[in-house]
């Protein structure tokens, strides 16, 4: 009588997730060995975030930075399953979804990643727009396509948080608006992109002030309404008229992991061991945004794609390997450095010595991100794509001219 087969259930289908499941699929298993491999995402896409800002300026095009679930797994042995996991019983192995859908499994991955916080300040979360998934994309979107039509002088923006998201959509949304945007970051800290490399930070600071973009150091938002922000500032209230506020302070772990009878650390993120398995659960595995892991020399992961991207590497060996019976890899994080985007055809980059800036830094980060995308037959489907643009759009324009002759 064959075995049951073993189920891996995967939830979150991000950096960290997805490209475990794809690392699961490539493994060379014995048949008999075979699990059945479950991934399991709210959404029906992938998102590719660190390209999200282009879809504002039009440089990309959706369907390029968030290729549907089934045409990334088509040609792999893993099961989409679409879903809000809303419940997650550790004792039975039980997964459960908002539509009561069940699914039981033998070991668990945990990748749902993070969210932004808006639940920290009056007004926030009902007029702050955040800027992390497609969805806020299309919103703030359709909210630029309201203001560019109005007959106003100025488009005021107000960008809350000044870190690499704050500062990169700030450089888009400057490109794109021009002369009639008029944009400012506010940054509780005393510099923006404290973390980054200081080349990044140096380009980073160029980029805005060549973007007329203001900065408000050390400054904190006491509320937020539908037409004002208002700032403190060493104890002074200041109201600012504002037509759009966005949102990027950060990452903040979802109450579904808080919630879990699992070892958190002060953030709430669930703690692993070197190998990514959850202290005292060795069936489970925690990667990226929601997971607090020291790699084998002792480092400590930051929450960046370039980090849930290097260890879906190891969960999926790790996982072969626990269930073939062979030793684990403790992760090594290799922190390759740090890229940008800073307005259209512009961006910065520091890694492995080298220091980039401008249109080649821009060129690169495109090909390094193109390099990067999940399955081979996407990256060969957008690079064609990347390389037919500039006939694409001299045949747009040609329609154009000729529709404007009619
Ligand atoms: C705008 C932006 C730009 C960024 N740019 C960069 C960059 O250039 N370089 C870099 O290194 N990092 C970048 N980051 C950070 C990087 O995106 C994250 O660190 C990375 O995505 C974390 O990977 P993850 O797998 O933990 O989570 P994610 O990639 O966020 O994936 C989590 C997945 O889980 C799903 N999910 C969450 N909750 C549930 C639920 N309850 N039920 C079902 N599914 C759920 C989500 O839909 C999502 O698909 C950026 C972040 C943002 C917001
Ligand atoms: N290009 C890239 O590599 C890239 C791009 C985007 C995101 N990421 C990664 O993704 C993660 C999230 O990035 P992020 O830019 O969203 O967050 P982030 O890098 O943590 O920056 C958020 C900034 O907002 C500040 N802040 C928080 N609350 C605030 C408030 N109420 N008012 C004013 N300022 C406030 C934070 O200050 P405090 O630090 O004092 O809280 C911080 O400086 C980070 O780990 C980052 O490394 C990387
Ligand atoms: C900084 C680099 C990689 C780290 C990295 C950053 C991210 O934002 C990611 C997001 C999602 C997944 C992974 C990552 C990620 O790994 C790139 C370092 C590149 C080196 C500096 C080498 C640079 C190449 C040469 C200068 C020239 C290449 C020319 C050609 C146009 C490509």
């Known amino acids: 009588m064959t075995e049951p087969q ?21 493994l060379p298993w014995q048949k008999s060995e075979q699990p059945e491999i479950v991934l399991v995402d709210q959404n029906d896409h992938f998102l590719f975030l660190p390209l999200l800002y282009e879809l504002l300026t039009n440089e990309l095009q959706s369907w390029e930075i968030a290729p549907a679930f089934a045409d990334l797994l088509k040609d792999t042995n893993v099961q989409f399953c679409q879903g809000i996991v809303s419940e997650i019983d550790i004792e039975n192995k039980q997964v459960k979804l908002q539509d009561d859908l069940q699914i039981s499994y033998d070991y668990l991955v945990l990748a749902m990643g993070g969210e932004t916080a808006l639940d920290k300040v009056p007004g926030a979360k009902d007029y702050a727009i955040p800027f992390r998934s497609i969805a806020d994309a299309y919103r703030l979107e359709e909210q630029l396509r309201r203001l560019e039509t109005l007959d106003q002088d100025k488009i005021r923006i107000a960008i809350v948080g000044g870190g690499y998201s704050g500062v ?119 990667l990226g945004d929601l997971a607090e892991s020291q790699d084998a020399d002792g480092q400590k992961i930051p929450t960046t794609a370039q980090a849930a991207f290097q260890q879906a590497d190891y969960t999926g060996w790790n996982l072969w390997a626990l269930l073939t019976r062979r030793p684990l890899l403790p992760f090594r994080y290799i922190n390759l450095g740090e890229m940008m985007t800073l307005g259209t055809n512009n961006a910065t980059l520091t890694g492995l010595g080298i220091k980039l800036e401008g249109q080649f830094a821009h060129l690169t980060r495109r090909l390094i991100y193109l390099y990067r995308f999940p399955t081979f037959d996407h990256q060969i489907r957008v690079a064609f794509n990347w390389m037919t643009k500039p006939l694409q759009d001299f045949l747009i324009s040609i329609d154009q001219k000729m529709a404007d002759r009619e």
Do not use: M
Request: glycine share 8%; proline share 4%; charged share 25%.
């Open 6 to 26: 073993t189920r891996i259930c995967i939830l979150g289908g991000g950096f960290g997730g997805l490209y475990t499941a794809l690392r699961l699929s490539q």
């Open 168 to 286: 990169e959509l700030a450089c888009k949304l400057a490109d794109r608006l021009g002369t009639k945007g008029r944009i400012r970051i506010i940054e509780q800290a005393e510099e923006i992109l404290k973390t980054s490399p200081e080349f990044n930070q140096e380009s980073a600071r160029n980029a805005l002030l060549n973007r007329q973009v203001w900065i408000d150091l050390e400054t904190t938002v006491a509320a937020v309404e539908v037409n004002k922000i208002s700032l403190e500032y060493r104890g002074e209230i200041d109201e600012i008229p504002v037509d759009l506020v966005l949102w990027t302070v950060g990452t903040q772990v979802s109450p579904l992991v808080r919630s879990l009878p699992l070892k958190h650390n002060q953030r709430g993120q669930i703690v692993t061991t070197s190998t990514l398995q959850v202290i005292d659960h060795p069936e489970i595995f925690a």
